[in-house]
């Protein structure tokens, strides 16, 4: 074997024993993150699972886990989808290039932040649904966009619409999001608020507000959570995954929080 066969030979091993160590890695942390939350689960007398999900169409198997209450006269469950990406390929030219080129493959590949979902019983909203996200923009404006986002939300206000939104948010949801009014906010909750009728008759819309905006992770990216409470109960959801142990915490204890100060005294 001459000098570059032998090269050759010495790259694809030195390839394959660091894709082995990242793997090998990878898989520890892994494992060490999964017997964090186990403990956190033994700690906090809860019930942790690991979970794989199918991702739409693309057979990906989605890893995540749940955490759940086993005390009496507590009913919650947080559900955590984890970050992950998919891979494909489609007729074209380079990558990153949209002109296409004929019999030319090119490898696609999305990466989703992940989900964190907490969900319990109570409270409920008895035939309809309110909505409180993160608002862009104070004020006037701010209302301005909840208006503009209730509008494009109408036009699921049908069997189509609502059989589309409840196959992917739940038919709780699905059943009432075409439904969706604008309603201003109190001046320095920061939130976006839509509901199906007054919100302000059955929230305490400024306790939801302060609730969210204190909400920080121990680790990564703030992002503000969103709260929708309907007729299956109250859903508290961050649009990636959380999963140090700490951040799984907080956010377990924002959600029980909420189902004790996101309603009015009766």
Known sequence: MDGEGIFGVVLVIGFVALFAVIFFFAIRAERRLYQRLQALANERGWRFEKTRRVIGTTRHRAKGFTLASQSAGEDWRLDVSRRFS??????GGKKGRARQRPGKEVGQRTTTPGRAEFRAAEPVLAGGLAVF???????????????????????FDNKIGKTVLGHFLGADMGEHIGQLQAFPAPEGSGLTVMATAD?????????????????????GKAERPQLAIGEAGLRLFLNREVTDPETVASFIALGQELQQKAMLPR
Do not use: C
């Open 86 to 91: 998919t891979g494909g390929s489609s007729r």
């Open 133 to 155: 996200a993160p608002a862009g923009t104070a004020g006037a404006g701010g209302l301005a966009q909840s208006e503009a986002a209730a509008s494009m939300l109408g036009v």
């Open 199 to 219: 919100p302000s008759l059955w929230f305490d819309i400024a306790a939801i507000g302060e609730a969210l905006n204190r909400w920080q992770p121990a680790s």
